[in-house]
């Protein structure tokens, strides 16, 4: 695909967390090839290790490391590391999440805390670890949400206490940061086809359908359509946006699409 909107990101130093599949992965993608230096960090040495590859590829500098998010020691030496590759940090971007579905009478305690402590706790972590080493005037945070943030959903409660949680969080620390110059945001994907997160709600042909049709565009999205709008509001293009969750999610709240996705 081609797009009237070239963004340049030459040089800029941008630490990634949980970019190395699915959506986050194709968002790493636009930036490399927007020229953005990239340190990307997950828990898989080898999903590490191709997405620097991948990143190279791409038309950026890429380093990264193995980490779980949970860990605020290795997100900090990750992020020391980052700084002194690529200097400090033009854009900050935490992706991870785990999801599975479970309902709150079922699932154990440490089920919740996982999920929690991914999406919610990990977010802090890397906005925490990074805030020190970002450029002030000018860096942009980006955190990744989720419609379940807004909506009570069927067997998703420690997703949607979570994403409510990154919510909240990126509203925080944008009227806290504001003043620096440093901008906050989320965006919150509707259902994105070929995706882990989609196989895991919608792993047959037969929902997928239903969420697609329940979308008010009728269709699912692609990581294209995240990736873009990524890129939008890393840029100068939105320098007046912060502590904005950016709904690019085809309309799926607007109507019944969570309802179409009982499992
Ligand atoms: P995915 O492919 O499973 O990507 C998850 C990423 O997070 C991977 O890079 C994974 O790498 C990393 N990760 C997981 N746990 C981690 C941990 N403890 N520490 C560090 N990294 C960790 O997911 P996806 O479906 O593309 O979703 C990406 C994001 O979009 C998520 O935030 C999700 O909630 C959100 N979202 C997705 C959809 C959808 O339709 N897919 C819809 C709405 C929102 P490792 O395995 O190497 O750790
Ligand atoms: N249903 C109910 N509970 C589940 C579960 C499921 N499908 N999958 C895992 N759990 C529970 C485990 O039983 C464990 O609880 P316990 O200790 O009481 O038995 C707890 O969750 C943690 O599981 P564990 O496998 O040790 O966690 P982990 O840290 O290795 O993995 C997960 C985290 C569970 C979120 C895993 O699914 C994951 O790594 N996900 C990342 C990819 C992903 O979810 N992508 C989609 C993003 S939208």
């Known amino acids: 695909m081609t797009y009237p909107i070239q963004y340049d990101m030459k040089g800029q130093s941008c630490f990634m967390s949980g970019a190395t599949s699915g959506i986050n992965e194709q968002i790493a993608r636009r930036f490399a090839e927007a020229g953005a230096n990239i340190f990307v960090i997950s828990r898989s040495p080898e999903k590490v290790q191709r997405t620097v590859d991948m990143l190279k590829e791409a038309g950026g500098e890429a380093s990264g490391s193995p980490v779980d998010v949970r860990d605020y020691d290795s997100v900090v030496s990750a992020v020391t590391r980052a700084q002194a590759t690529f200097g400090n940090f033009d854009v900050v971007f935490a992706g991870q999440a785990g999801n599975f579905p479970a309902g709150a009478a079922q699932m154990s305690a440490n089920a919740f805390k996982s999920v929690i402590d991914i999406d919610l706790l990990g977010t802090f972590n890397v906005f925490r670890a990074t805030i020190e080493h970002a450029k002030k005037p000018g860096a942009s945070y ?63 042909e037969e929902l997928k359908a239903k969420v697609a049709d329940a979308v008010a565009m009728k269709r699912m999205g692609n990581r294209d359509d995240i990736a873009e709008a990524a890129l939008w509001l890393c840029s100068p293009a939105a320098s007046y946006v912060t502590g904005t969750v950016l709904e690019a999610e085809g309309g799926m709240t607007l109507g019944d699409a969570t309802n179409a996705m009982k499992l």
């Not at 909240?168 to 944008?174: G, P, T």
């Not at 940061?177 to 965006?187: D, E, K, P, T």
């Open 142 to 204: 980006l955190a990744i949400s989720a419609p379940q943030a807004t909506r009570p959903w069927l067997f998703q409660s420690h997703v949607c206490a979570a994403k409510a949680g990154v919510n909240m969080l990126i509203k925080c620390c944008a009227l806290e940061w504001g003043a620096s110059g440093v901008r906050v945001n989320a965006i919150s994907p509707g259902p994105i086809d070929g995706t882990e997160g989609m196989e895991r709600l919608a792993p047959t």
